[in-house]
T-cell receptor, first 114, second 111 residues
C-alpha cells in the first residue's frame, strides 16, 4: 500500500512570496489533515477535511493560509504572503473514517522563509 | 478544545534500561490515544495505540497504559536500544477524528 505522498520536500522562499504544498493521501482514506510542525514542537493541526468538506480549520491563519481538497482526494495548502514565522515542516496525514484508527503521515515539506 | 501535555521533554537512559513518558489530556470525550515516533527528517510513525475501553496494551518491548478517570496515559519502553533514540509524541483523538499532539519527548539511549 502506497503511503501519503507530499511535494516538494524542501522549499525556500522570501517573505511576502507565496508557496503551495501538495498532498496525495492513501487511497480510500476519507480524512485528510494538514499539520504545521515548528522545530522542537509537536505537530499543530491547521485543517482537517472529511472527503472534500472542512471539519476543523480553527487554527488555520485564514488571512494568509488556504487549503482545498477537490474531489475529496488530493489536497493543496497555500501560504500567501509568507512570513518568517511560517518556517516549519508541513505534514499531511490521512486516515480512514473509522473510530480509533491511526493517521498515516507523509514525510513533510520543510519550508524556510528568509 | 483538547489540550495534551507531555513530559519529560528530554530523557536520557542507558541502553537496556527502561524509559517512561507520560501524557495528560483534557477532553473526556477523547477515545483513542496513539503514540508516534519521529526520526530526523521523517514524518511521525505510529508505534502503539490504545482505545478508551482498554487499560493497557503491550507490543514486545513497548507498552501503553491508560487511566481514563485521571485522564492520563503513559508509554513504557523496556530494554531500550540505541535505535529507540528519537522524538516520541503522544496524541489524543476526540470528536470528528481530531488528533491533538503533545509537545514531544526527545529520547536518547546511551550505548
Amino acid at each position: 500500500e502506497a503511503g501519503v505522498a507530499q511535494s516538494p520536500r524542501y522549499k525556500i522562499i522570501e517573505k511576502r512570496q507565496s508557496v503551495a504544498f501538495w498532498c496525495n493521501p492513501i487511497s480510500g482514506h476519507a480524512t485528510l489533515y494538514w499539520y504545521q510542525q515548528i522545530l522542537g514542537q509537536g505537530p499543530k493541526l491547521l485543517i482537517q477535511f472529511q472527503n472534500n468538506g472542512v471539519v476543523d480549520d480553527s487554527q488555520l491563519p485564514k488571512d494568509r493560509f488556504s487549503a482545498e481538497r477537490l474531489k475529496g482526494v488530493d489536497s493543496t495548502l497555500k501560504i500567501q504572503p509568507a512570513k518568517l514565522e511560517d518556517s516549519a515542516v508541513y505534514l499531511c496525514a490521512s486516515s480512514p473514517w473509522d473510530l480509533g484508527t491511526e493517521a498515516f503521515f507523509g514525510q513533510g515539506t520543510r519550508l524556510t522563509v528568509v | 478544545g483538547e489540550n495534551v501535555e507531555q513530559h519529560p521533554s528530554t530523557l536520557s537512559v542507558q541502553e537496556g534500561d527502561s524509559a517512561v513518558i507520560k501524557c495528560t489530556y483534557s477532553d473526556s470525550a477523547s477515545n483513542y490515544f496513539p503514540w508516534y515516533k519521529q526520526e530526523l527528517g521523517k514524518g511521525p510513525q505510529l508505534i502503539i495505540d490504545i482505545r478508551s475501553n482498554v487499560g493497557e496494551k503491550k507490543d514486545q518491548r513497548i507498552a501503553v497504559t491508560l487511566n481514563k478517570t485521571a485522564k492520563h496515559f503513559s508509554l513504557h519502553i523496556t530494554e531500550t536500544q540505541p535505535e529507540d533514540s528519537a522524538v516520541y509524541f503522544c496524541a489524543a483523538r476526540g470528536g470528528y477524528q481530531k488528533v491533538t499532539f503533545g509537545t514531544g519527548t526527545k529520547l536518547q539511549v546511551i550505548p
